[in-house]
């Protein structure tokens, strides 16, 4: 689940000027890798699918740092009460 929704964000991400570059490297080198491995593999030993672990370590890594950001600047937004 974590990975489809960086899936997702990284191809938000390619609407932004800033980051476009960054995003999309991500999402040729990754999602051309783990392609190619799924769409080729004829054996199934646990070694070949280490890549596609990166893979959606990265995606749910992009995940959890875009709710970082999120929470941090929804923090940073709202008046604080204690003092």
């Known amino acids: ?3 489809a929704t960086g899936l997702i964000l990284l191809v938000v991400m390619l609407r932004s000027p800033a ?6 490297a991500t999402l040729v080198i990754l999602g051309g890798q783990t392609a190619l491995i799924l769409l080729s593999i004829k054996v199934d030993y646990a070694r070949y699918f280490l890549p ?4 959606v370590a990265v995606f749910a890594g992009v995940t959890i740092g875009c709710l970082w950001d ?3 600047r929804w923090s940073e937004a709202s008046p604080s009460t204690s003092r």
């Open 19 to 24: 980051i476009r570059l960054t995003a999309g």
């Open 70 to 72: 999120w929470m941090r």
């Open 52 to 55: 596609i672990l990166l893979t």
């Open 1 to 3: 689940m974590l990975a």
